[in-house]
């Protein structure tokens, strides 16, 4: 297939250009702004406390990232250039990094309003997946983070990857990570689930798609491949996910039971 060169500035006003990369994070939030609007009559979250929530969230997506991506990624060249560091619009957004600091939001965000931390982040993950999702089609139009050399009818020759075609494994990101995981938890959570159950599925089904997708997306340079030719750096900092998913899962529902049961 054809890549099909989309320029990653969107618009140009004067000096001031507005990247493709950051208006995704922009159509993310906006997203999750609305599907928060129409889910917090159910879990009895007032208008203003999604929207606070949603600021202190981007403040620890974007913090965390940048420090996730410098931290897990790009040490060096972050320590030599420290303001690379607010170059959104350049990609350079570690997952990992984001999640970190929308944890520590969640934590201040408790503080404030007395909400549990596992209400707060029960009530926005199935929301994140949209976010993620516009993310890596932010990646796609970058043209970064591509695949592995391959012969499937979708290859695609990316710019600045070399003459041969290559998984779009920002795409594959996008349909698992993104599109999949949002379907998965928000049919789970329709339904009242114990305490911490749909964040651990959250972190379990992105663990596993993430960990899945990996086998087909170039590792970073700067590191390569980790041990056996295959783990990736994006593959180490998602096992902690799949475990700590699982047993955030086997935890809400052997304390839900206990609780009715008192077994």
Same mark, same amino acid.
């Not at 695949?147 to 695609?156: E, F, K, L, N, T």
């Not at 799949?242 to 049961?261: E, F, P, Q, S």
């Given at each position: 297939?054809? *890549? ?11 000096? @001031? ?7 995704? &994070? ?5 997203? %999750?702004?609305?599907?928060?609007? &129409? ?10 406390? @999604?929207?606070?929530? /949603?600021? *202190?969230?981007? #403040? ?5 990232? +940048?420090?996730? *991506? ?31 600091? %929308? /944890? %520590?939001?969640?934590? &201040? ?13 029960? =009530? #926005?993950?199935?929301?994140? $997946? ?5 993310? +890596? ?11 592995? !050399?391959?012969?499937? $009818?979708?290859?695609?020759? =990316? $710019?600045?990857?070399?003459? /041969?075609? +290559? ?16 379907? !998965? @938890?928000? !049919? ?20 596993? =798609? ?12 700067? &590191?390569? *491949?980790?041990? =056996? ?6 593959? %180490?900092?998602? /096992? ?9 899962? !086997? ?5 839900? +039971? #206990? ?5």
């Amino acid at each position: 297939m054809t *890549y099909p060169h989309i320029d990653p500035v969107a618009l140009s006003l004067g000096p @001031l250009a507005i990247h493709w990369y950051g208006l995704m &994070y922009l159509l993310g939030f906006v997203f %999750v702004w609305l599907l928060g609007r &129409y889910r917090a009559p159910r879990f009895a979250w007032q208008t203003n406390q @999604l929207e606070d929530l /949603l600021f *202190y969230g981007a #403040i620890g997506v974007i913090l965390g990232g +940048r420090l996730g *991506y410098a931290l897990f990624y790009d040490l060096p060249a972050n320590l030599d250039n420290p303001l690379n560091l607010l170059k959104i619009w350049q990609g350079g957004m570690s997952f990992h990094g984001g999640l970190l600091g %929308v /944890l %520590v939001a969640f934590w &201040y965000f408790g503080r404030k309003t007395g909400k549990s931390f596992f209400e707060i982040s029960d =009530f #926005i993950a199935p929301m994140v $997946p949209i976010g993620l999702m516009l993310g +890596r089609i932010g990646n796609f139009i970058n043209g970064e983070l591509w695949g592995r !050399v391959s012969d499937v $009818p979708w290859a695609m020759v =990316f $710019p600045g990857a070399g003459p /041969l075609p +290559r998984h779009p494994s920002q795409l594959y990101q996008a349909a698992l990570e993104g599109l999949l995981l949002f379907i !998965v @938890l928000w !049919v789970f959570s329709a339904k009242a689930r114990p305490r911490a159950a749909v964040s651990g599925l959250f972190l379990l089904g992105y663990g596993l =798609f993430r960990f899945i997708v990996e086998f087909v997306r170039i590792p970073d340079p700067q &590191y390569g *491949y980790l041990a =056996f030719d295959w783990l990736t750096m994006g593959q %180490v900092l998602c /096992l902690p996910m799949i475990i700590g998913g699982a047993a955030m899962m !086997v935890w809400a529902y052997k304390r839900d +039971r #206990i609780t009715k049961t008192g077994l």
